[in-house]
């Protein structure tokens, strides 16, 4: 499924606001009224954090909302499962109201439907990696043989044979943080929040773990939220983008469609040094499957455009046939694609460039 609006909802924020300060309900007349971000700080001594989200999160898809510091991502990820709560706005999971939840519903929501893994890794340096990865599982009273069992399977799954009865301190932040991830795996929440959870890790490091969610959300289809600032991650892991800017979004929807139709300057300038090639994909630049007589080579509709390259070997008037599921579904030129490598200006600099030229 390519369209991520068409995915049952799991998680739906509607009307969300987040305001610090002494008096929030005060200042939410003045946002409501169109005040903005810096002014209410410079008028009213409080801090937006979230101004009218709202985000339809589907069902075993990963949700990537990304945006620069300050933007609101991470106050966001944490409404999900009531660390903050909002100003006004709703939260609602599989279709309940969770700001109406109890004490002891509100810990169920947080032990058993939702999952975190933090930038920090957040693990207990006096236990061992086993007695962390199986934390969800014993706080809820789980015998020890019953923990044990399931939390050795996950450290064996992320790739931590034999690491079971180390400590934290003795493995590198990379494996810190396939303990964080085993353990998130552990508690069998159909959620997980995923805050930065890559960001603290070297660029290799952080590929490798980018590929091992991607092979594990290929065979468990959570519902993952991930958080980041980091532009080419949101593109590599995200089923539907959201983007945030000064605490209200910009441009939410498919990455492909992000990436071709940009909402607006801000979008533009944020994708423009995006090697489009490798995150461009077949289906989001062919043509109608008309007129394919003489069209012989195939191309798979989610191949990348850079894989598409490295096929016409340089022939620059290549044609294709594109399939999906051994069907055909379309038709892809060369000058199509090479088309779609060039990147829409952003508004403002367009100027610039005529006067240049």
């Known amino acids: 499924m390519t369209d991520t609006q068409s995915a049952e909802t799991r998680v739906s924020l509607q009307h969300l606001y987040k305001i610090f300060g002494d ?3 005060g200042a939410m007349e003045h946002v409501t009224q169109g005040l903005s971000k810096p002014d209410l700080l410079e008028q009213h001594n409080h ?25 609101g991502k991470s106050t966001l990820i944490r409404h999900l499962n009531l660390l903050i709560r909002p100003t006004a706005g709703s939260i609602e999971v599989d279709g309940e109201d969770i700001l109406s939840f109890g004490e002891d519903r509100l810990r169920t929501l947080r032990q058993e439907t939702m999952s975190m893994v933090f930038q920090k890794f957040a693990l207990l340096p006096h236990r061992t990696v086993l007695e962390n990865a199986g934390m969800p599982l014993a706080v809820r009273g789980v015998s020890q043989e019953d923990w044990t069992d399931e939390a050795n399977k996950w450290l064996d799954r992320v790739g931590l044979q ?17 303990v964080g991830l085993a353990r998130a795996l552990t508690s069998n929440a159909p959620i997980m929040l995923m805050d930065e959870a890559f960001s603290a890790l070297d660029p290799l490091i952080r590929t490798d773990m980018q590929n091992l969610l991607l ?12 958080i980041t600032h980091d532009l080419d991650e949101a593109l590599k892991l995200a089923d539907k983008l959201v983007i945030l800017k000064d605490g209200f979004i910009v441009q939410q929807g498919e990455p492909q469609k992000i990436l071709m139709n ?28 008309a007129d394919l007589e003489g069209v012989k080579d195939t ?37 199509d694609l090479v088309r779609a490598l060039v990147p829409a200006i952003p508004v403002g600099e367009e100027d610039a460039c ?3 030229a």
């Open 262 to 289: 940009p909402a607006d300057a801000y979008v533009k300038k944020f994708i423009t040094d995006i090697n489009r090639a490798r995150v461009l994909r077949v289906r989001s630049v062919m043509r109608s499957a």
């Open 23 to 25: 008096d929030p309900d």
């Open 299 to 335: 191309v798979d509709a989610e191949a990348t455009l850079e894989d598409v390259i490295a096929q016409a070997q340089g022939d620059s008037s290549a044609c294709f046939k594109v399939i999906r599921n051994d069907e055909v579904v379309g038709r892809l030129d060369m000058t």
């Open 215 to 226: 092979e594990l959300q290929e065979e468990l289809h959570k519902t993952v939220v991930f």
């Open 47 to 71: 801090v937006l954090g979230l101004s009218d989200i709202n985000i339809d999160i589907p069902d075993g898809k990963i949700t990537v909302i990304m945006g620069l510091s300050g933007s």
């Open 354 to 356: 005529r006067s240049a």
């Open 162 to 178: 034999g690491q079971a009865n180390q400590h934290p301190n003795q493995l590198s932040g990379g494996m810190q943080q396939r």
